[in-house]
């Protein structure tokens, strides 16, 4: 019996990037891309250097790599300061008065930061920072709306070399308190709330509760964005407002080492407490700014919009550090894309007109749901490249975001990576990459990806395997914090020589890219190992179908029974014709061998905040036990409570 993955699932479309895109595109054809990339994997060393030399070094490093395995130093001996990479270095030239951030509160309102205005925020926070005793090296969490507040704090952390930890406003007291306390923070950055669907969420009384018994922290710093009542304790709590009158606009950065930690930021595990995911400086912003530039293909007058929240690594990388050091302009929007109304995406596109649109596919499926008629009320022709982020996406969500939101005319760069990679890894380049609906495509400069078998030897075409990364990067994390056991055994023992990145896929005949699942989440049914995603897709491409995730339950004949979890566009019934019409569906684009044992409807499907479906606990609902685990990441814990109750 074979343990590799089987794959039945197989796409024909193809879209070439259009003459008119290519011709101002930084990588203008797909030979030149293959050519590069040979190239930049023989001597990634050689490809990295250059990218790092575009950024601004204050003592240049004495040698590109140290790699003791799995331990990697980029640009050892090198000093640079992130903030001003991001923001000084920009203010020499026309990009000085340039909009660094166009931003929209929920209730409606706006601002806009030029780079001087923003550079100036930062020098004050940071001073702020400094003023409260917090020095290079110190641990400062961040709980924050998605005001540009959010990333002051940030580049002001960045810019005296303390560490971030941003955790993602939507988090409990519980979660915040197990971060404090695993990173050592003694500062905390929050505000008095902020806003979600027309509710205030009171960031302030969640971080109170979580201070509770909490020693360690010795200042809350607060900024007032809703005027809601909070409670102040005196001593260990002052006002952003109040503390910015007795500090200046002046703070000259500070230059850290290359390897000097830039931020933690903590990802659930499956089991036991999350992981302090442990980025550096040098190779870090070297790897997200490269990224940026030639991923989204970026121009002077482009206006980006990343949707993603400053606590997912997505908002890090793609929202802060990669756009602000090419020196982009960016969208930011606080709140809910379906309030008030199901188009708030669309007008902000229309008003702002934004030409990059970088989103996940989970939004992209409740778009699809929420139906075509909204995003047809705008005009939209401002865009001229799409991306997403976080999940495989069904070729049947490709193909409506190409079609409604791209109209037909954007490029998608579909763009794998993770909280541990920090930057993207696997993605098409925009004015090169043929694509196809589905796929990440192929590997950036510089990565060496590939699919190996359960020995680690490399597999043939359309066979599945596990992805790894056989060469170091330079945002790749450094480590768990405080556990390079973990770090070492997580990530560096599964293959020998190579990071093992947790997810299966298979390379097609061209060497794409595909991308089945989660190796954990892999179904087996009667012998055969079959990816989520695939089954996943077949499901959504039926007309009712919104979304789906499939699970397996234990089956004494078949070893796994599909268990299929859907849930329907608006408008669309449930029936037991829908659920046997589904089955057919899927035995049909696929074969009887997924062909799921149980349909089962649902409103709505267990996520992350960052909409990653939660496989592992609809596994358990599916087999009747007991919810184990980590489930602090859960987006909506009432979506359990109701997918329980349904199954009695
Ligand atoms: C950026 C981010 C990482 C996991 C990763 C995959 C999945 C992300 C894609 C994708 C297929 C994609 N960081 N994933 N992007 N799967 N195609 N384009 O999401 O740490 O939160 O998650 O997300 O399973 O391992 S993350």
């Known amino acids: 019996m074979s343990t590799n993955i089987e794959s039945h699932l197989i796409e024909k479309r193809v879209f070439k990037p259009a003459k008119e895109f290519s011709k101002k595109a930084q990588i203008s054809n797909f030979a030149d891309y293959k050519k590069l990339h040979a190239e930049s994997v023989k001597s990634p060393e050689k490809f990295w250097a250059k990218e790092a030399a575009t950024l601004k070094w204050t003592k240049k490093w004495t040698r590109v790599?140290?790699?003791?395995?799995?331990?990697?130093?980029?640009?050892?001996?090198?000093?640079?300061?992130?903030?001003?990479?991001?923001?000084?270095?920009?203010?020499?030239?026309?990009?000085?008065?340039?909009?660094?951030?166009?931003?929209?509160?929920?209730?409606?309102?706006?601002?806009?930061?030029?780079?001087?205005?923003?550079?100036?925020?930062?020098?004050?926070?940071?001073?702020?920072?400094?003023?409260?005793?917090?020095?290079?090296?110190?641990r400062v969490l961040i709980y924050m709306p998605l005001i540009p507040e959010a990333v002051i704090a940030m580049l002001g952390c960045a810019r005296i070399g303390a560490?971030?930890?941003?955790?993602?406003?939507?988090?409990?007291?519980?979660?915040?308190?197990?971060?404090?306390?695993?990173?050592?923070?003694?500062?905390?950055?929050?505000?008095?709330?902020?806003?979600?669907?027309?509710?205030?969420?009171?960031?302030?009384?969640?971080?109170?509760?979580?201070?509770?018994?909490?020693?360690?922290?010795?200042?809350?710093?607060?900024?007032?964005?809703?005027?809601?009542?909070?409670?102040?304790?005196?001593?260990?709590?002052?006002?952003?407002?109040?503390?910015?009158?007795?500090?200046?606009?002046?703070?000259?950065?500070?230059?850290?080492?290359?390897?000097?930690?830039?931020?933690?930021?903590?990802?659930?595990?499956?089991?036991?407490?999350?992981?302090?995911?442990?980025?550096?400086?040098g190779g870090y912003l070297t790897g997200t700014a490269s990224t940026t530039k030639y991923v989204f293909d970026l121009r002077e007058n482009d206006v980006y919009w990343c949707t993603a929240d400053v606590g997912w690594i997505t908002g890090h990388s793609y929202l802060?550090?990669?756009?602000?050091?090419?020196?982009?302009?960016?969208?930011?929007?606080?709140?809910?894309?379906?309030?008030?109304?199901?188009?708030?995406?669309?007008?902000?596109?229309?008003?702002?007109?934004?030409?990059?649109?970088?989103?996940a596919?989970?939004?992209?499926?409740?778009?699809?749901?929420?139906?075509?008629?909204?995003?047809?009320?705008?005009?939209?022709?401002?865009?001229?490249?799409?991306?997403?982020?976080?999940?495989?996406?069904?070729?049947?969500?490709?193909?409506?975001?190409?079609?409604?939101?791209?109209?037909?005319?954007?490029?998608?760069?579909?763009?794998?990576?993770?909280?541990?990679?920090?930057?993207?890894?696997?993605?098409?380049?925009?004015?090169?990459?043929?694509?196809?609906p589905g796929t990440a495509t192929l590997p950036f400069f510089g990565i060496d990806a590939a699919i190996v078998d359960d020995k680690g030897k490399e597999v043939g075409p359309n066979e599945g395997g596990k992805l790894v990364i056989r060469k170091p990067w330079p945002a790749m994390l450094r480590s768990i914090y405080g556990d390079k056991p973990r770090y070492r055994k997580q990530y560096w023992s599964e293959v020998k020589g190579c990071y093992f990145t947790g997810d299966g896929a298979r390379r097609d005949k061209d060497g794409y890219f595909w991308i089945v699942g989660r190796i954990d989440d892999v179904l087996n049914v009667a012998g055969h190992r079959l990816g989520t995603a695939e089954v996943e897709s077949a499901i959504v491409s039926h007309h009712d179908v919104a979304e789906a995730a499939v699970v397996g339950r234990p089956d004494e004949l078949k070893g796994q029974a599909v268990v299929a979890f859907v849930t329907l566009r608006s408008g669309y019934k449930a029936s037991n014709e829908l659920a046997e019409a589904i089955r057919r569906h899927v035995a049909h684009a696929i074969g009887p061998i997924a062909k799921p044992d149980d349909v089962r409807f649902a409103e709505s499907l267990p996520k992350t905040r960052s909409g990653k479906i939660m496989r592992r606990l609809l596994k358990q609902i599916a087999s009747g036990s007991a919810i184990t685990g980590d489930t602090t990441t859960l987006e909506d814990f009432s979506v359990l409570t109701k997918l329980r109750a349904s199954d009695e």
């Not at 030029?114 to 290079?136: D, M, P």
């Not at 703070?251 to 499956?270: A, K, M, N, Q, R």
């Not at 109209?407 to 890894?425: F, L, N, S």
Request: aromatic share 10%; charged share 25%; net charge neutral.
């Open 65 to 138: 790599l140290d790699w003791k395995a799995p331990f990697a130093k980029w640009f050892v001996g090198g000093h640079l300061n992130a903030s001003e990479n991001c923001l000084d270095r920009h203010l020499e030239g026309p990009r000085r008065n340039k909009a660094a951030i166009i931003w929209e509160g929920e209730p409606g309102e706006r601002r806009t930061l030029t780079y001087h205005q923003l550079h100036r925020e930062v020098c004050v926070f940071a001073n702020i920072l400094k003023r409260n005793g917090v020095k290079s090296g110190d």
């Open 163 to 281: 560490v971030h930890s941003v955790v993602f406003g939507g988090f409990s007291s519980e979660s915040i308190k197990d971060r404090i306390l695993d990173s050592g923070a003694t500062v905390v950055v929050t505000a008095d709330g902020g806003y979600r669907r027309g509710q205030i969420v009171s960031l302030k009384q969640n971080v109170d509760h979580a201070l509770q018994g909490v020693e360690q922290v010795r200042r809350v710093i607060v900024f007032r964005r809703t005027h809601l009542d909070i409670h102040i304790q005196e001593g260990r709590d002052v006002w952003w407002h109040r503390e910015a009158e007795y500090v200046d606009a002046k703070c000259p950065p500070h230059p850290v080492d290359s390897e000097h930690p830039l931020f933690i930021l903590y990802t659930s595990g499956s089991t036991g407490k999350p992981k302090g995911i442990l980025h550096t400086t």
């Open 320 to 359: 802060v550090y990669g756009p602000l050091a090419n020196g982009a302009t960016c969208v930011l929007y606080e709140g809910a894309p379906n309030w008030p109304e199901p188009d708030r995406f669309w007008k902000i596109i229309a008003e702002f007109g934004v030409t990059i649109l970088y989103t």
């Open 361 to 436: 596919p989970t939004a992209i499926r409740a778009f699809m749901k929420w139906g075509d008629e909204w995003p047809k009320k705008h005009d939209l022709s401002s865009l001229r490249l799409l991306g997403t982020v976080g999940e495989p996406i069904n070729p049947e969500a490709w193909m409506w975001y190409h079609k409604h939101i791209g109209e037909g005319r954007c490029p998608i760069v579909d763009t794998w990576w993770q909280t541990e990679t920090g930057a993207i890894m696997i993605s098409p380049l925009p004015g090169a990459t043929p694509l196809k």
